[in-house]
């Protein structure tokens, strides 16, 4: 019998299959690579990359695992808030003078400038309201986040505005894979913070591409690693738990003492069948949106207009954002080097209306999008590689506040680990993996020694 058996080699998976290292353990994939939406590869001094991009700093659960496992990360350089938009690229200046340098209607930039300012209030609010206070453990704090302003939709909060002013809105929030009209109030709030705030929240690369961090613990776990491994139920026994699964076609099965289970609610709510109704209930209505994303290598020898950019907001285009993954080799470099890499990501409707093409029409479609925001773009095109993502990212909905003490609540011997126990991304799964990891290993240590003491007593008797 096994101590653990990790379900899911995603962040969160991995996050808490390092912690439980020490351990008897084993974590199962489904893929044929771990990572979940974790995924880079490496080109030279560049790489692609098609998921996450940034990650947390400062005191995180982020931190802490980049530094166990001996990863490094840097500062996000260059401008995280270019925007282009209506023929005009803005790479420079207060994102608050936008309004006024890109072409639109007066009544337009009066909607931006309303809106706009009961987002600044709302997201001082949003400050006040989340700050960790002291002697709270994170989980009050995270509750916290998910009731602010939950009872709406971020798009009743803004109200009707005209065309061009609700499009200045929307990659911020849609970023979460979700619409503005989908998305509560609060999360969108949240968001605003984020991109307002870049250096207290999610600021930081990683050297190499994130994929770096997901190979190189999955490298150092080795085969305590099961890729093809789709697991299909978990049963919980007295003492133990079932975990049955089937591996190149092969049904298999491992018993161990606790599962930390770090699979999207959507395949946790169907594997774990014997949880308490009301989690599983709680499971299944956790929402996710699609994503759509690509990865263009470029072989250009000059300097370009994006160098100095990271994010370039693009509303009205086939993606909301185009990100300069080639960001941090410039600002090592001393010579400018020949090539860059670019993402562009399509949330929400965006990625709906792109899931069903085939990848040469979805190429064709981002590059005369680029094209027109960075002319010349797509001669320097040597790769492009695209990547959909059906089931992208959970996003907080109207009423997702209440679901949380429920999913958040222990008992049994199966842990549940994911992003979408919280609004941070890759941070939230970390924290929770870890948390799950916790968890596990603190049944596993008071066992062992419940059964020490038990094996004492019958050698004294």
């Not at 987002?119 to 309201?129: F, H, M, P």
Request: proline share 4%; net charge negative; aromatic share 8%.
């Amino acid at each position: 019998m096994k101590d653990v058996v990790i379900v899911g080699g995603g962040i969160a998976g991995l996050a808490a299959a390092w912690r439980l290292r020490h351990w008897d353990s084993i974590l199962l994939e489904t893929e044929e690579r771990v990572g979940g939406r974790i995924r880079s590869e490496r080109r030279g001094p560049y790489w692609l990359n098609w998921g996450a991009h940034v990650f947390a700093g400062g005191n995180s659960a982020t931190s802490r695992l980049l530094e166990d496992t001996g990863i490094d990360s840097m500062e996000v350089p260059g401008s995280l808030a270019g925007l282009a938009m209506n023929g005009k690229l803005l790479l420079k200046g207060r994102v608050e003078s936008y309004p006024f340098r890109i072409p639109m209607s007066w009544s337009a930039r009066l909607g931006v400038l309303k809106a706009g300012a009961k987002v600044g209030l709302a997201v001082a609010k949003y400050a006040r309201t989340v700050r960790l206070r002291p002697g709270e453990d994170e989980s009050a704090r995270q509750q916290r986040v998910y009731n602010f302003m939950n009872d709406r939709s971020f798009s009743d909060f803004l109200g009707d505005l005209p065309e061009d002013a609700e499009a200045l809105f929307k990659p911020t929030v849609t970023r979460s894979s979700a619409d503005i009209d989908e998305i509560s109030a609060g999360a969108g709030v949240g968001y605003f913070s984020l991109v307002w705030n870049i250096g207290s929240g999610l600021s930081r690369s990683v050297f190499g591409g994130p994929a770096t961090l997901t190979e190189s613990i999955s490298a150092a776990l080795s085969d305590r690693v099961e890729l093809n491994s789709t697991v299909e139920e978990i049963v919980q026994k007295n003492g133990s738990a079932v975990v049955r699964y089937r591996q190149d076609g092969v049904e298999k099965e491992v018993e161990a003492r606790c599962v930390v289970l770090a699979t999207p609610a959507t395949v946790s709510h169907r594997v774990a069948v014997d949880l308490d109704p009301d989690v599983r209930e709680a499971l299944s209505k956790v929402v996710y949106g699609p994503y759509v994303s690509a990865a263009f290598l470029t072989d250009e020898t000059e300097r370009q207009v994006w160098d100095d950019a990271y994010g370039i907001a693009t509303p009205k285009r086939s993606f909301n954002i185009a990100l300069n993954m080639s960001n941090i080799a410039r600002a090592l470099e001393t010579e400018r080097q020949p090539g860059s890499s670019i993402m562009t990501f399509s949330p929400g409707s965006l990625a709906r209306d792109l899931l069903e093409r085939d990848d040469e029409e979805i190429r064709r479609t981002y590059l005369s999008d680029l094209d027109q925001t960075l002319p010349g773009f797509a001669d320097k095109v040597v790769e492009t590689q695209v990547q959909r993502w059906p089931t992208g990212a959970p996003y907080c909905f109207p009423g997702r506040g209440k679901l949380q003490q429920t999913l958040t609540r222990r008992g049994g011997r199966v842990f549940l680990a994911g992003d979408y126990l919280g609004t941070l991304y890759s941070e939230t799964a970390i924290q929770t993996g870890f948390s799950a990891a916790q968890e596990a290993q603190s049944l596993l240590a008071t066992e062992r020694q419940a059964s020490k003491a038990s094996s004492g007593s019958a050698v004294a008797e």
